[in-house]
Nanobody
Framework: QVQLVETGGGLVQAGGSLRLSCAAS????????MGWFRQAPGKEREFVAA????????YYADSVKGRFSISRDNAKKTVLLQMNSLKPEDTAVYYC???????????????????WGQGTQVTVSS
């Protein structure tokens, strides 16, 4: 099992940057694919970014491509989401997720992940 804790959310003006961090517990963190999802009020949870167990491949939602960057440090058991050029529509609760047995076909699906953090609020003002 793995437990996840997100930090780094906050209030930022449009055009600004934030870096979210997801700290994981558990000895097998390096075997898990990791994802970031977000959920705005009244909307479904949506995929933001994902990274394979070794960091070799990353995936992004079209809405964040070129602005967000996901990375991981397996030695520190941490996944980062660097968010630049933030827009008001990026406002949401951001969740970190982990899954060991996930395929490329499902890595962008929230239902594909078994482990979730509690979320961190990101608010972008216009």
């Amino acid at each position: 099992q793995v437990q996840l804790v997100e930090t780094g959310g906050g209030l930022v003006q449009a055009g600004g940057s934030l870096r979210l961090s997801c700290a994981a517990s558990g000895r097998t963190f390096s075997t898990y694919a990791m994802g970031w999802f977000r959920q705005a009020p009244g909307k479904e949870r949506e995929f933001v970014a994902a990274i394979t167990w070794n960091g070799g491949t990353t995936y992004y939602a079209d809405s964040v491509k070129g602005r967000f960057s996901i990375s991981r440090d397996n030695a520190k058991k941490t996944v980062l989401l660097q968010m630049n050029s933030l827009k008001p529509e990026d406002t949401a609760v951001y969740y970190c997720a982990a899954e060991r047995s996930i395929s490329i076909a499902t890595i962008k699906w929230a239902s594909g992940y078994d482990y979730w953090g509690q979320g961190t609020q990101v608010t972008v003002s216009s």
